[in-house]
Every structure is written in structure tokens, then in C-alpha cells.
């Protein structure tokens, strides 16, 4: 049966181009890139050679990008990071309602330490609230940590006037990009961002690496004892042959930015378009024009999206009911319930997210097995 795959939030498959550049460093040049002789200098200049096409592509200096193991690990360096090193200025950190478990869970942590969370409200269709983030603020601020785009109703969050807030009032901007890098243009001058976190599985690396941007001057700690690696900020050998997939991908995905840009939202508008005209009621969560390119979240009244998925997949379809890292949660997703979505509509919630190889005609697909499914599963209840 042929797998046809709309979830490319949750991950992406490696290319073949980063494949082909990361195969040599697993056999041929294998060596450690701290190792002095020259098969560690091969490594060590690998790893340089990825940072630059990290930093290029983001606007930044190759000294401002460490490696890590994932999404996850870049957003609790950069929170449990940045507020450790700046405990004697402050313990308030400002965050929003609908980040990810790995920003959120580690908000609760530092919350047992000592430090103190404003968590954000967002409205209807996903954004915070600059006002209520302008009176959040209090001397002891030290970090403000708003994603760029949500990965559950790919809503973009107005970064700029965030990271201009932060900055009028002294405040070090962290932004968790893991959704946005690849498909949104990013420079972080620009943006006004001072910590950015990115999964290279998101945009066709392999999963098990990431990076964290951390603007030159910004005050910081390693959160993991060990090595001197990574400028002394993140312990453990580098895992060179990810490395160079996560610096070809993004070289690649932004060399062909606008092409894919194009492709994703044409593809995105069409589903939302003919899902809307389909004879079943439906709700589109997040803002209809501030989203991800690629991404598609609809709530139908009366539908299990459990039931759904299965149907979906027997017919080779891969979406996803909410994100993938709150699969076997029974609770709904925090974010649909920030946005004011009743247990209900919540539950009967699909995501689809579109990637570069999916074509009009697997959309075509996915929408006639919608317009059979959903009719048949609310006959059944
Ligand atoms: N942040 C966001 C917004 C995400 O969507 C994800 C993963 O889905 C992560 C962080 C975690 O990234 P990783 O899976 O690389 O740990």
C-alpha cells in the first residue's frame, strides 16, 4: 500500500542530499572531533563547516551556534541556561499557555527551584497577548520564552514585538523555532531574538540532533557536567555525522525556500478550501493567514479522532490528532484548550501537515477519505 504522509510537524524523512553528505563521517571519517591527528581535524573541521551553514542561514555568527541532541534539549539549555546564569538579576521568567511540553515542563521545574512562571494566555486563534505581556513584566524579569510557531494549529506569533518588548525593558528573548526553521525565513537580528532553538528532524535531517543559537554577550550555563565540548556549554562527544545532516538541511531547505514556501501553502490553502466545502461541520483552529505554511487543523463536531487515525491509516494515510508527543495523553491538547476549544471539539481534531514531496494528487486523496470516513463515524454515534 502505497504511505501516504501528512505529518511533517511531527517529523520529516532525511533527504537524499543529507543522507549522501552524512554518510562518509559513520565510516570513512570517524574520527573524534576533539582527536588532534588529522582524522579528528577532519571531524573538527566538519563541525565548523556545519555551524557556518547554521549561522548563514539564520543570520548569526558561527561562534553563536552550539549543537545539541534535539528541539528538546535546545529549549531546556537555553531556559534552565539563561536563568541560572542571571539568578542574581531576577527568578521571573514570562512564557505562554501553548508552548511545548519541553518549554512548559521545564517552566515547572525551575518552578520547584525557586523561580516563578507567568504563563501567557492566547486568544481564539492562537496569539498572546502583547498587553498582558507588557504588564507581566516586573523588575525580577529575566526571560521571556515565546514560540515562533505553534505545532499543533501552526499559529506565528508576533516574534518582532516580543523581542522588542523584551529588549526595551532588558529582558533576554528566547523563541522556540523548532516548527518555524525551514519553512519561515528567519534572522534573528531581525526578529530581535536572542536564544533560538531548532530540531534538524523538522526540516529532512535526522532526528537526535539540534542547535541553539545564543546571541554573543548573552549570559548562559551548561546544564550537563562532562567535556569541555561546544565551547564548555554542552558536554559529551558531537555527534559530527547529524551534524552535517542538520548543515546540509538547512542549507538546503532555505536554497530552495521560496519554491517550497509556494508549494506548501498552495497545497495547505487547497485542503482548507475543500475541506470547508465538504457537506460535514468543521472548524479551522489557528489564524488563517498567520500559519505555517503547511499546516492544516480542523476540529469536527461529533468526530473521534482516534477513529479517524485508524481508518486514516488503512488506507496508508499518516496525519495526526494533535502533536505527537501527546499520543496516549487522554487529557485534550493544552493548546486546543487555551484557545477556548470545548473536551469535544478537541477530541475530534485532525493535523495535517503538508511536506516538500507531497503532490496535489495525495491531497486529492486524503480529502475524498475524509469526505467518506467523517460522514460514516458521526452516523455511527
Ligand atoms: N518544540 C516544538 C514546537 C516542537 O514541535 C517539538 C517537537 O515536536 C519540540 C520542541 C521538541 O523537539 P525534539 O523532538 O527534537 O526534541
Do not use: W
Not at 41 to 67: Q, T
Amino acid at each position: 500500500m502505497k504511505i501516504r504522509y501528512f505529518d511533517h510537524a511531527a517529523t520529516t524523512p532525511v533527504s537524499d542530499t543529507v543522507l549522501q553528505a552524512m554518510l562518509p563521517y559513520f565510516q570513512l571519517e570517524y574520527g573524534n572531533a576533539s582527536s588532534m591527528y588529522s582524522l579528528g581535524r577532519a571531524s573538527k573541521k566538519a563541525l565548523e563547516e556545519a555551524r557556518r551553514k547554521v549561522a548563514n542561514n539564520i543570520g548569526a555568527n558561527s561562534k553563536e551556534i552550539y549543537f545539541t541532541s534535539c528541539g528538546s534539549e535546545s529549549d531546556n539549555l537555553a531556559i534552565k541556561g539563561t536563568a541560572y546564569a542571571n539568578k542574581e538579576k531576577g527568578n521571573h521568567i514570562i512564557t505562554s499557555k501553548i508552548e511545548h511540553p519541553a518549554v512548559l515542563n521545564t517552566c515547572k521545574t525551575l518552578e520547584k527551584q525557586g523561580f516563578e512562571v507567568t504563563y501567557l494566555n492566547v486568544d481564539k486563534n492562537g496569539f498572546i497577548d502583547l498587553e498582558q505581556l507588557v504588564n507581566s513584566i516586573k523588575p525580577q524579569t529575566i526571560l521571556i520564552s515565546i514560540m515562533f510557531a505553534n505545532n499543533e494549529i501552526g499559529t506565528i506569533e508576533p516574534i518582532k514585538k516580543i523581542g522588542e518588548i523584551a529588549h526595551k525593558n532588558n529582558i533576554i528573548f528566547h523563541t522556540d523555532s523548532v516548527q518555524a526553521i525551514g519553512n519561515i525565513k528567519i534572522n534573528v537580528n531581525e526578529y530581535n531574538i536572542d536564544l533560538l532553538s531548532m530540531s534538524g528532524h523538522k526540516f529532512y535531517a535526522p532526528k537526535g540532533v539540534g542547535a541553539l543559537y545564543v546571541r554573543e554577550g548573552i549570559n548562559f550555563e551548561k546544564i550537563q557536567d562532562g567535556g569541555h565540548q561546544e565551547k564548555d556549554k554542552r558536554a559529551g562527544t558531537e555527534n559530527v555525522a547529524e551534524i552535517v545532516g542538520l548543515g546540509k538541511a538547512i542549507e538546503d531547505i532555505y536554497q530552495e525556500y521560496e519554491k517550497y514556501n509556494e508549494k506548501l501553502t498552495n497545497l495547505r490553502d487547497y485542503y482548507i478550501e475543500q475541506i470547508e466545502k465538504s457537506n460535514f461541520d468543521c472548524k479551522l483552529n489557528g489564524d488563517r493567514k498567520n500559519r505555517l505554511p503547511g499546516n492544516a487543523n480542523f476540529s469536527f463536531p461529533g468526530v473521534n479522532a482516534q477513529e479517524l487515525l485508524l481508518a486514516l491509516d488503512e488506507k496508508g494515510i499518516c496525519a495526526s490528532a494533535g502533536s505527537a508527543c501527546s499520543t496516549g495523553n487522554p487529557l485534550p491538547s493544552h493548546v486546543l484548550t487555551a484557545i477556548g476549544l470545548s473536551k469535544e471539539l478537541a477530541n475530534g481534531t485532525l493535523r495535517v501537515s503538508f511536506g516538500k514531496d507531497n503532490t496535489k494528487e495525495d491531497v486529492d486523496f486524503l480529502i475524498q477519505n475524509l469526505r467518506e470516513i467523517i460522514p460514516s463515524i458521526i452516523q455511527k454515534q
